[in-house]
């Protein structure tokens, strides 16, 4: 079992923030799972059972009008102080997250540069996010609830998604 999702910061930030969570784990070659769970959402925590994640996928909103997303693999997995710590700040007047792997490096934490959260239309224009289809599928990913109690995968393979990305 994976170690728990902490989230920590300010409440006064954290009674907006909403964190949905994108699982990966690999069944056999070239097919992986995935699932969303929601791990926060204004003031409440949630603790999903997670186990053998290769990746994941971290969607961030603040106040429905603020997001940003990050991705990272799931390679502190075999150190022995592997924790999950999600830490949101205010510097300024922008509002960051940054995600912690080991507890050797909370110490270190001030020197990691955070992921900043950006408005909605300035997510859309950095990722090329053109249609309405397009729009419906990230702003599922940042505000729907994702019940983390029934964590439901849904299997894809990587090869259809190198094809559909040649498409494009």
Same mark, same amino acid.
Request: proline residues 3%; negative net charge.
């Given at each position: @079992?994976?170690?728990?999702? /902490?989230?920590? %910061? +300010?409440? !006064?930030?954290?009674?907006?923030?909403?964190?949905?969570?994108?699982?990966?784990?690999?069944?056999?070659?070239?097919?992986?799972? #995935?699932? @969303?769970?929601?791990? $926060?959402?204004? %003031?409440?925590? $949630? #603790?999903? =059972?997670?186990?053998?994640?290769?990746?994941? %996928?971290?969607?961030?909103?603040?106040? /429905?009008?603020?997001?940003?997303?990050?991705?990272?693999?799931?390679?502190?997995?075999?150190?022995? +102080?592997?924790?999950?710590?999600? $830490?949101?700040?205010?510097?300024?007047?922008?509002?960051?997250?940054?995600?912690?792997?080991?507890?050797?490096?909370? !110490?270190?934490?001030?020197?990691? *540069?955070?992921?900043?959260?950006?408005?909605?239309?300035?997510?859309?224009? *950095?990722?090329?996010?053109?249609?309405?289809?397009?729009? =419906?599928?990230?702003? +599922? /990913?940042?505000?729907?609830?994702?019940?983390?109690?029934?964590? /439901?995968? @849904? =299997?894809?393979? =990587?090869?259809?998604? *190198?094809?559909?990305?040649?498409? !494009?």
């Amino acid at each position: @079992m994976e170690p728990e999702f /902490k989230v920590i %910061g +300010d409440a !006064d930030i954290l009674q907006d923030i909403k964190i949905n969570l994108e699982i990966s784990r690999e069944t056999q070659y070239p097919f992986y799972e #995935s699932a @969303m769970v929601t791990l $926060y959402d204004k %003031g409440k925590k $949630y #603790s999903p =059972q997670i186990e053998h994640a290769i990746a994941y %996928g971290v969607y961030v909103s603040y106040k /429905k009008t603020y997001v940003n997303t990050f991705g990272f693999e799931n390679i502190n997995q075999w150190a022995n +102080d592997f924790v999950h710590h999600l $830490y949101v700040y205010k510097n300024k007047d922008s509002v960051y997250i940054n995600y912690i792997g080991r507890k050797s490096e909370i !110490d270190e934490f001030k020197y990691h *540069k955070g992921t900043p959260i950006i408005s909605l239309n300035d997510f859309y224009k *950095k990722e090329n996010i053109t249609t309405q289809k397009e729009e =419906q599928i990230i702003n +599922d /990913k940042f505000f729907e609830f994702y019940d983390p109690l029934n964590i /439901k995968y @849904m =299997q894809e393979t =990587q090869e259809i998604e *190198k094809i559909e990305e040649e498409k !494009d």
